[in-house]
């Protein structure tokens, strides 16, 4: 079976772009998670999918971040504009069901601002 | 507040050494602890998490509430053992808190 898959591995954009990243969780999977690692810092929470509903968004940054996840399978991130703060590497973790405390992460989108 | 500390960065020991990487944690409440566990080219994966109290790759780890620490364990070290490694709480809202990591280097 295939393990959550993201898209694309690494993304170089300019300033004021916009770039969007995708996730692929697990098949079956009612839980998708987006984290970020900005250099030199800790993995941190960005938000929570339950099918295609924004359970916990807390973690966004800014307005400038918009995840969705059509139809509850799929997510995608973008930044729109992107600032180079927003450089890091951005994982995309799923779950099967709540209380499933087992987080299956993808390899994750490495995004250089500059 | 909910949050989660790896205080050394950088671990190097040798093989056939024990070694331990430090987590301290704090969080109001009952905590569900984890490690994870980053290898070279590959994506984080669950190493292990204490309500299950197993031992997985020759690691344990001992969650004392006393001391709100979660320290992982291995009384003999292996090459492989090189890696990032990631304490993480998760709170009830299902995210996941995590320390800064340890870049855990396994000297022959």
């Known amino acids: 079976e295939a393990g959550v898959t993201q898209f694309p591995s690494h993304s170089v954009i300019e300033k004021g772009q916009t770039v969007t990243l995708r996730c692929d969780p697990i098949?079956?999977?009612?839980?998708l998670y987006w984290y970020r690692r900005v250099m030199g810092k800790e993995i941190k929470f960005l938000l929570h999918?339950?099918?295609?509903?924004?359970?916990?968004e807390s973690g966004m940054p800014n307005n400038r971040f918009l995840a969705e996840r059509t139809g509850g399978t799929y997510s995608t991130l973008k930044v729109q504009p992107a600032e180079l703060e927003d450089s890091g590497v951005y994982f995309c973790a799923s779950s099967q069901d709540l209380g499933a405390y087992e987080q299956y992460f993808g390899p994750g989108t490495r995004l250089t601002v500059t | 507040a909910q949050r989660v500390t790896q205080p050394e960065k950088l671990l190097s020991v040798f093989k056939g050494a024990p070694v331990e990487l430090k987590c301290n944690y704090s969080?109001?409440?009952?905590?569900?602890l984890f490690w994870y566990v980053q290898y070279s080219r590959q994506r984080l994966q669950l190493l292990l998490r204490h309500i299950s109290r197993e031992s997985i790759k020759g690691f344990t780890a001992d969650l004392n509430k006393g001391e709100t620490s979660f320290h992982l364990k291995k009384p003999f070290a292996q090459e492989e053992d090189s890696a990032m490694y990631y304490c993480?709480?998760?709170?009830?809202?299902?995210?996941?808190?995590f320390g800064q990591g340890t870049r855990l280097t396994i000297n022959p």
């Open positions: 993480a709480l998760i709170s009830g809202a299902q995210k996941l808190v």
């Open positions: 969080y109001s409440g009952s905590p569900e």
């Open positions: 098949s079956g999977h009612d839980n």
């Open positions: 999918f339950v099918k295609e509903s924004k359970q916990d």
